[in-house]
């Protein structure tokens, strides 16, 4: 090959690991092609503007089944971004979120964060994670953006809050409830609620509803949700099809299996005030009746018709239950003055 063809050619760096490897090419425009092949598991192909030391950092933390998942997350407009479209956006509308704080608790590894900034660029953002090793690629992609709006913290642990967080008008919590341990949901909740400012807003999705028929989130078994603990903790290690067989109770709680319900949430909080006990928020856009039809527009237009029909079901499901039952659960909750919705289960 000339010296011209040579030098024409893309650069290519392979990351070798013992789950796997990621190939990483140089393309056109600073942008950078990544295909990961995990040991186990099917490869995965992204393209990224992430530096290469950004995209090492998440190979070495997340692995490399997860490094397009990750980097998807955060430069993907039909991920993350697409979901706090759809689930927050019926409730608060953009202006409101002009010159407020919102806090992203639970960021992890910092694509919700990133999410934020570019959707609310006059907020000030604040992400909360409990992992140091997460919290080095959230800093990382900070350092690489560049927002201006953007803060990262360390929680001191699991049921504590740093000291001087300051309050917010928003708490985001997105995919983080169902993985908080119950002993967690009953202290660090009432904690999270007493920063958020009256008038404010706790905003939470992607959820897994705790009596939906199929649990998808963590087990991929039908009818668990039902099963009492021991058993349901029995019936994951024997039947499901993802590695669980050696997970203790606690791991699986961990991993989300028992998700939430509105009441559960409601109730976490703990709030005796009425003035600022939490109310689930009504939908303002005015195409929206209830949380049913927040859930139906976030749907593809395959099988319309079967999921129109769904929809009438969940309607009726909702106002004689008060539980919006769909796969996940999507909450704008209120402390205080925001419209307030009918009563939860």
Known sequence: ????????????????????????????????????????????????????????????????????????RDEDPESIQRFFENDFLPYVSPPEFEGKRILDFGCGSGSSTMVLARMFPNSRIVGLELSPEYLTIARARLAFYG????????????????????????????????????????????????????????????????????????????LINYLPDRLAHFVSRRFSSRSLENESWESLLRKGIRGATEREILASVGEDTWELRPAIVAPRR???????????????????????????????VERSLGTTWVTNLALAISKGTIQRSGHPA
């Not at 007493?194 to 649990?215: D, S, V, W």
């Not at 209830?290 to 009726?316: F, I, M, N, Q």
């Open 1 to 72: 090959m000339s010296g011209e063809a040579l030098a024409m050619a893309p650069q290519r760096l392979v990351l070798r690991r013992p789950d796997g490897l990621v190939e990483i090419e140089e393309c056109r425009d600073s942008m950078r092609e990544i295909t990961a092949r995990p040991r186990q598991g099917p490869p995965s192909r992204c393209l990224t503007s992430y530096p290469v030391a950004l995209i090492e950092s998440i190979v070495e933390v997340k692995g490399v089944a997860w490094v397009c998942d990750e980097i998807s």
């Open 147 to 222: 927002y201006p709006n953007v803060e990262f913290q360390l929680s001191p642990s699991g049921t504590s809050l740093p000291a001087g967080l300051g309050s917010f008008d928003f708490i985001v919590m997105s995919a983080v409830f169902e993985h908080l341990l119950p002993q967690e949901r009953r202290v660090v909740m009432p904690q999270l609620w007493a920063h958020l400012t009256i008038g404010g807003c706790l905003l939470l999705n992607q959820t897994p509803h705790r009596f939906f028929p199929f649990e998808s989130h963590t087990t991929g078994l039908p």
């Open 286 to 316: 005015p195409w929206y009746r209830d949380r049913v039809d927040v859930w139906y527009s976030a749907l593809g237009p395959r099988h319309r018709t079967l999921k129109a029909g769904c929809r009438e079901l969940l309607r009726v």
